[in-house]
């Protein structure tokens, strides 16, 4: 059969977001398996725009039982996204294979998160909405008829001959006679972001003690170590809000029982609540496949897949019995006694143990499918457990994909390179998810306390020690500075947990790349800000274009620029306006590079100018429900400030209901000279957390 030409018939279904389909979509799809609905509220505070013209020129063909896509691409284009890429910001020119495992060093579209969302630096994004493996050629290969192609050039004479000459489209490959997919208007590239994450439910917002310090303990560890090894938190003053046990709380693990094993934690209950009433939560480790000698595997069988995982059987969790029992077990022996979230294993890859793509499910869903979307079930299906309970919970998770972003995962893995950890929680605000840069075993008291020094600026501030065994205070050289860090992050959290509410509610990704900053952009910088082309007399543009893969955002204020083991000075890229020394609060530079020479007990961290930065008193737990704590906010620059502060009561769903405030904090010069700021009342019948509020005002004149 020859080429079917797809309708390209774009349908607004929100704001700013509109759907074409090309031949016959599966029903199973990306998002249909997350479930996710859209946040429509959310779309209200994005500007009203009109269908992007590039969409008229998308194709789609279908030929031999697959959909061939075309997005074109003009020259002075870069793009985002792709999943959670580990090396590259920029994703022009890449062929990826979107498939989800377990990364394994290279960017070839094997990820924990291959979501197959792009961004362009022009201001509009694409997802493709498809649960199989696609290949995508990120800008590589050109027609014959182009209109813009390249002359072809004498390799042996012209030192201008490229192997990748410029390419006019993003080609995707979707293994199926039919694909859904969205296009996302911007103006900005945030705002397609914001679009993408609003359409896929809003944000995580996680409980406010998931923004607390977490700890792993090792393998083996029984009940009475756990315990222990809280009580030395406590005693030497580190910061702990939930603690991790791995593999061996079960009784059989790898396939997993998901019974609690007798020996190491004889009365799963009451260690809980003891731990609980310390003010530390359990997240347990798991992994869903089940072993023969679990209670539920009888039942779990015939719901299972074709396929074993070391010995142990596949819940499809696309059915609903398997979905049940599965939730059945879990609540029954850990969330009914007060476990507080998980760490879901082994749901990326890798290929060598996971089920093969000729395996089948009850369901009928292919194995590639169920492979695409397994770690986002998990995430679905244990969130609601959780939503029923009305508890918030926040988890670790091995993969996920688009429609995930309201759920309460963070993404980690086994591959430990501290700069692209630091690049995969850059990439990771493209495509919805959560990433922690985590700090397990190091070589050196340097290494360990450069990585809990970015620890304390991501998602989850995380010390992983499953196999290494480590404590925050195992280097003694540098025991007090990580005291120091995992304090500031608890002071942190009222700005954090308000970025994660931007998150929510408006999209907004709280962890992301500079390219996502206002008027750092290519199209921004060329039209609107200084409008030429030219780098001599417009060198911001250099600072635009460059690729920058080792500093980033953290809300609307910080910019952090992590340091690596051995590095004494590094380039920090400052967007337009003026930046000031979150420590210091003096003047470092605007729309430039500046080099820095942090000494160890420093990481780079920069300020907006008029930042304001609402900072609670250092506590060892973070505030639970109604608890008042008294603020410290700070101010920043010459600017005035303004930032709404948000609360609710940190661990519930009744935002969901309304039960939360927004309270307005201003930071104006008075005509004296002086800096004043004020904060508005508190609505009757809100939650409340804020107690005594001190005024920092941190540049000096
Ligand atoms: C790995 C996981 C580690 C740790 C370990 C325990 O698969 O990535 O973080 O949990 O299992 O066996």
Redesign the pocket.
Known sequence: MGPLKGQMLWLQVESGVWKATVGTPEEYSLLSASGSQPLKEGFSRLPKVVLPELASSVTGTVQDGKTYLSIPLSKEEQLYGFGLNFKTVHQRGKILNLHVDHYGGSDNGRTHAPVPFYISSQGYGILINSARYLTVYAGSGITKDSPDAEKAKDRNTDKTWTSQPYSDAVSVLVPASGVEIYLFAGPTPMDVVRRYNLLCGGGTLPPRWGLGFTQ?TP?LYTAEQVEKEVDEFERHGYPLDFIGL??GWQSKAYPCTLEWDSNRYPDPGSFVQRLLDKGVRINL?TNPYISPDSQIYKDMYPVSGSHTVWGGIVPDLVTEKARRLWQDKLMQEHISIGVGGY?I??VDGYDNWLWPDIATFPSGISAEQIRQTYGMLTQRITNDIFRKQNRRSYGLV?ASNAGACSFPYVL???YYDHRDFITALINSGFCGVLWTPEVRGTKSAEEWLRRLQSVVFSPMAMI?S??SAVKPWTFPEVASLVKEYALLRMQLIPYLYTEFARYHFDGIPPFRAMNLEPGFNLKEAISQELGSQNLEENPYLEVVKKEIKDQYMVGEYLLVAPMFTGQTSREVVLTKGNWYDFYTGEYVGNGEKIIVTPGLDRIPVFVKDGAVIPMMEPMLHAPKSGQIVNMEIRHYGKANGHYRLYDDDGETFDYEKGLYSWRDIKIERQKNGKWKGSISKIESGKPNSIGKVTWVFMTKD
């Open positions: 792993r393998v791995e593999p480790w760490k294993d082994e091995r980690y893995n086994d992983d499953w196999a």
